[in-house]
């Protein structure tokens, strides 16, 4: 029964194209494949990433006391505005869901984000932070509450009979809200204020999902592994400038739109073999860009022709809802880096992996093994409120140190941010984010040239200190850590591991080039797949303050390199002022990351998709993009170069250091492409 509805399935998809171009492959699963979807649900399914199912009632019943909270709260609303009684029996607000659990792609524990939608008196100032907020405060079923008025999407966090919630507030310019009110109409946006757009960005976009992919369970169980190995993988999160929740729905949507039959395990390996080749900034488009649908509406849509910031996105995923917008905006030429990196693993172990062996895939990154050198970011307060305030704070500015990083080293400096803070039991108000740091590969050192960044370490601070809400105790510091005085309380259980030796540390490397070189033998679309379908071209789907709190500092010489393979060398030594204990740091002044001598050349796009040596025109002229033409752009052939190095006088042993000049982005990056 199932093989016929599997046949029948395929049947339709043959006939409808999912999204903007046509599908690669229409070919569908077989045994094989059966059998390895069946042993990655299993994996997930051991992983605990499903919850059971007394916890979804649980949800759907702190969902309906939600649901009669606000619907409480609105008639107080009406009363006290001195509203008809006609019209307060009438009075209506509804809740509505969006994000993981509107997915069905939550596991146990997550929060539930949710969207109360109200009428038109009913105010985000007075009513909804304000009537909304008391009447929560005093149920003894509600604990953690806390607002953020101020934010880019205003929300109220908290925890009901133990379930955490994020509440967001859409106020429609209605009198009555009726309860099968439809979020997915365009018309809902009229004469919504900006907030009230982007709150209901959400529950559209989630919305607009379903109806683009070909085949939901499939769609579910994908992104369900693509979550957990981002998350195992350390680049889920938004904040931090790697990619959230929505961002990698789209993404694996997209996979599912180029492979309408496929299976969960196969569109898990197109999924990384599609994105190590994607040509970025081309735009992930799950839909064509329509601005003739709300024309009326006059909303701002993503548009690197008319919106010059557009232009400077490095990792386009635009959500398929109006008005469409970048939801991968805080993605930095760092974090781009290293989830390439990611993608390239993710398509090796897949090639090589067998029937059910998916532990490789999702082993956890070693990010306190991977640098030599991290900036640590000490977060205090004088109690928990106030520490949970302002690390909020200092979190959403984290992703702006890595950018001034880039830019007052002209992207020579890259950084990687962990995705999430650490506690130290013995300091209770202090948590701490750390970066690791490294050279960029190809660039020359210049026999130990330094990185000065104090001052863009100042500019840092400034910004953070610039909290509207900032109040004493509240401090921030920066400091510049060696991989073997990284504190312990970041690892497992309060204990450090055992360090690699290396001779160790290059049989690993080996063994993963042994299995790179396997791969890149393996990595061709099937020829099952291009009779499948037809061979088709791959188209570009704070201010400051002025005065600095509290900050101090001392001069420290720190000294990196970069191993054979590109990555940190372990084995490299320290050149501080003075040795270092465990657990010891310093405020940072200058880097100094000296180039290993033998760089790896990077590797050749393959030629699944028929564009080896191709590059896709991102920009389309107007007409093509409004009418979602982008998938078919033709690719130009060009040559591939080898970058010209010019040879440094023997004479010159030392390069001088690089000042901090405070120049615009487009002037660095003009001296970026003069460099290169």
Known sequence: MNKVKSMASVQQNRQIRYGITEPISLVGPTELDVTKTKALEKYLQDAGLYESNDE??????????????????????????????????????????????????????????????????????????????????????????HSVPDAYVPLMGFKLNGVSIDLLYAKLPLWIIPEDLDLSKDSILQNADEQTVRSLNGCRVTDKIFRLVPNIQSFRTTLRCIR????????????SGFLGGINWALLVARICQLYPN???????????????????????????????????????????????????????????????????YNVSASTLRIMTGEFQRGRDVCAAMEADQWDTLFEPFGFFEAYKNYLQINISASNVEDLKKWRGWVESRFRQLTLVIERHTYDMLQCHPHPHGFHDDTRPLQCSLFMGLQRKEGVEAGGGEPFDIR??????????????????????????????????????????????????????????????STVSSSSTITSCERRGGKKRKLGGDETLTDQLRNSKRVAVSVHVENGEDGSPNSSAGSICSAPMKVGESHPVEKIDIPQDSHSQESEEVEDNFGFRNQVVKQIPSKDAFSKGAVEVEELEDVPMQRPVVTPKASVQLRKPIIKLNFTSLSMTNAKNLRAC
């Open 228 to 239: 957990f190995w981002a998350k195992k993988r350390g680049v889920y999160s938004n904040v």
């Open 56 to 145: 979804a009632l649980r949800r759907e019943e702190v969902l309906g006391r939600l649901d009669e909270i606000v619907k409480t709260w609105i008639k107080k609303i009406s009363r006290d505005k001195g509203l008809s009684d006609e019209t307060v029996e009438q009075a209506n607000a509804k809740i509505f869901t969006f994000g993981s659990y509107r997915l069905k792609v939550h596991g146990p524990g997550a929060d539930i984000d949710t969207l109360c939608v109200g009428p038109r008196y009913a105010t985000r100032g007075n009513g909804f932070f304000g009537e909304l907020h008391r009447m929560l405060s005093e149920l003894p079923e509600v604990t953690e509450l």
């Open 455 to 516: 001052r863009t370490i100042e500019e840092f601070k400034q910004t953070v200190y610039g909290y509207m809400l900032w109040v004493h105790g509240m401090e921030v510091s920066v400091s510049h850590v060696m991989r073997r005085s990284i504190p312990s309380f970041v690892f497992p259980g309060g204990v450090r591991p055992l360090r690699d030796s290396k001779g160790t540390r290059d049989s690993k490397r080996s063994s993963e080039q042994r299995v790179s």
């Open 262 to 328: 496929a299976l969960p395990n196969m569109l898990v390996s197109r999924f990384f073999r599609v994105y190590t080749q994607w040509r970025w900034p081309n735009p992930i488009l799950l839909c064509s860009i329509d601005e003739d649908e709300g024309s009326s509406l006059g909303l701002q849509v993503w548009d690197p022709r008319r919106n010059p910031k557009d232009l400077l996105h490095k990792m386009p995923i635009i959500t398929p809802a109006y008005p469409c917008m970048n939801s991968s």
